[in-house]
């Protein structure tokens, strides 16, 4: 299967995670934005894919402030027991892993 065919299947608004077989990322976003990422061939075949999760600390960033505070504070896996659910935000993506080198 490649990018291109899995791309058709997907809602515009799933996040997306695009690696190379070496770990390197190329692409993170919205499915409907790598219409403008022309760098990615979607002719490329794909190796494996699956769902990958960032988890971050909810913060109040209030009603006006949200581009202007500092990042968000990703919490690791293994501290996830030490907060409440819902002190938690979690983006799920689909994680594409492309065969062989660009």
């Known amino acids: 299967m490649t990018l291109g065919d899995m ?27 790598i219409q403008y990422h022309d760098e990615i061939d979607a002719g490329r075949e794909v190796k494996r894919f699956g769902l ?15 581009s202007q505070q500092k990042p968000k504070t990703e919490v690791a896996v293994e501290n996830i027991s030490d907060f409440r659910f819902s002190d938690l935000e979690m983006l799920i993506y689909t994680r594409i892993i492309l065969e062989g080198e660009a």
């Open 7 to 33: 791309l058709k299947r997907a809602v515009h608004s799933d996040r997306l995670i695009i690696q190379e077989a070496d770990g390197r990322e190329i692409y993170r976003g919205y499915v409907a934005c």
């Open 52 to 66: 990958a999760t960032d988890i971050f600390r909810k913060e109040n960033r209030g009603k006006y402030l949200g």
